[in-house]
């Protein structure tokens, strides 16, 4: 052999020992001991830290379906919320039109009753003239025919009677009237 000294000649000239070291039956106990830790690690330690990320992940998919679904709520909400206001809106507007409408109505009705009362008013007055006239004329005449009568008499030295100065006044106001017609 060589006078080169091994790695795993160094290795134990430092002082340790060869972890390869051993016997087939050191290795074949450690392998079992590894598959002893590693089962009950398995049922220990990696059942529950796998069901605790498991049960994480469920509640984040939870909850990521809650605010999913409330997400949604609230836009179903918001497109309520909207659909009322323009039927508030609308229902306003419907408001305000109704009474612009029958504001107008009162107003021309207003007009027309008072038109038709200052109509009434006129028609009454021209009414009220014309008998204050017929009842003027008629007096006018009355004392006219009194007084031509009184006149004539006079004129014929003699008294009319007053049945005799009523038929006169009477046939004079009748052709007056039958004139003026």
């Known amino acids: 052999m060589s ?3 091994s790695v795993l000649n160094l290795v134990l000239a430092a002082g ?3 972890p390869f070291a051993g016997t ?13 830790v590693l089962v009950i690690l398995k049922k220990l330690a990696w059942g ?15 909850d990521l379906e809650e605010a999913e679904k409330s997400a949604r709520d609230a836009t179903a909400t918001l497109k309520q919320y909207e659909a009322k206001l323009a039927a508030a ?12 409408g029958e504001a107008q109505r009162v107003a021309a009705q207003l007009k027309d009753q008072t038109q038709t009362e200052i109509t009434q008013m006129k028609d009454k007055a021209a009414r009220d003239i014309n008998a204050a006239k017929e009842q003027a004329i008629t007096e006018l005449y009355s004392q006219a025919a009194i007084m031509s009568t009184q ?31």
Not at 24 to 36: E, H, R, S, T
Not at 48 to 62: A, H, V, Y
Not at 158 to 178: C, F, G, P, W, Y
Request: aromatic share 2%; charged share 30%; proline share 3%.
């Open 24 to 36: 087939i039956y050191q290795g074949i106990a450690a392998a079992i001991v590894f598959i002893v």
């Open 151 to 181: 006149i004539a008499g006079r004129i014929l030295k003699r008294e009319l009677n007053a049945d005799d100065q009523q038929a006169i006044v009477d046939e004079s106001l009748a052709q007056l009237k039958a004139e003026n017609n």
């Open 16 to 18: 340790g020992d060869n």
């Open 48 to 62: 529950p830290i796998l069901t605790g990320l498991q049960d994480r992940e469920n509640k984040i998919k939870t």
């Open 89 to 100: 809106q609308e229902e306003s507007r419907k408001l305000i039109e109704e009474a612009r």
């Open 3 to 5: 006078m080169q000294p």
